[in-house]
């Protein structure tokens, strides 16, 4: 089992930066893939970016603004988030699973971080 805790949510406002942190505990070792994931008002929740090794995967409406990082020694897993839009406003989510495809699985999920963004 994993256990995954979000922080570092909040409200800012339009072109602002943030930077979002997942703290992951349990049987983390392996081969693995973490990521991120939102979900706005109103929609599913999808992929915004994952990482597994040196491989990293983003989305289209993400790519060159946030970055995914993580630090295997402390068990944590970053996303740093810049030139913020209002479309970014979500409920993000660390995400978790064993194995190395950057993308579907994902079965262990943190609590949520809610991100507002304003104009």
């Not at 049987?27 to 008002?41: E, H, I, Y």
Request: with cysteine.
């Amino acid at each position: 089992q994993v256990q995954l805790v979000e922080s570092g949510g909040g409200t800012v406002q339009a072109g602002d930066s943030l930077r979002l942190s997942c703290l992951a505990s349990g049987r983390t070792w392996g081969n693995s893939v973490m990521g991120w994931f939102r979900q706005a008002p109103g929609k599913e929740r999808d992929v915004v970016a994952t990482i597994s090794g040196g491989m990293t995967y983003y989305t289209g409406s993400v790519e060159g603004r946030f970055t995914i990082s993580r630090d295997n020694a402390k068990n944590m897993l970053y996303l740093q988030m810049n030139s913020l839009k209002p479309e970014d406003t979500a409920i993000y989510y660390c995400a978790f699973k064993y194995g190395q495809s950057l993308l579907g699985g994902f079965n262990f999920w943190g609590q949520g971080t809610q991100v507002t963004v304003s104009s």
